[in-house]
């Protein structure tokens, strides 16, 4: 839909039309929005699905459910933890780029121009490796946070299976 929307946008500047520019420009943040609302869901209600045993449609409404009763501590620690998977990217990048640097200048220096191109390619293609990677810790520190939200509300606080450990570091970097 949103490729649609885009030749659309293309076919007004060709007209010179801007209204039909600015309709277009609103329905393209919109879907966009959508979309990112819809990634959001599904990833959240695969989550609920692998916890819980439901459904799809009921662990996306259960988990919708959570994250907004939730949504100050939900939203602080996906911020802190969009951080790490940041920081965890270009560690893994720089070390990954620094170790080619050293490989390449010790064995093959002498048959190459410059060695800023290779570097650039195996710096390039580690950004994409490290974030494959990162993604999957990302999906962990998701699951870590349902499963502890839904165990305080489940459970009463001596009940609970969180770790203290886990609890205070969340009841510390997680506004309640």
Known sequence: IRAFISYLQKKADEMDSSIAKAILCCCQCCFYCLEKCMRFINKNAYIQTAIFGSSFCTSAKEAFFLILRNAARVGAITYVSGGVV?????????????????????????????????????????????????????????????????????????????????????DAHGSK
């Open 86 to 170: 940041f920081i965890g990217k270009i560690f893994i990048t720089s070390l990954t780029a620094g170790l080619s640097y050293f490989a390449i200048d010790h064995y093959i220096r002498d048959e190459l121009y410059s060695i800023i191109g290779p570097i650039f390619f195996i710096a390039l293609i580690a950004w994409f490796i490290a974030g494959m990677f990162m993604s999957v810790y990302d999906m962990g520190i998701a699951t870590i946070l349902q499963c502890f939200v839904a165990d305080e509300e489940m459970f009463s606080a001596d009940q609970m299976y969180a770790e203290g450990s886990l609890k205070s570091w969340v």
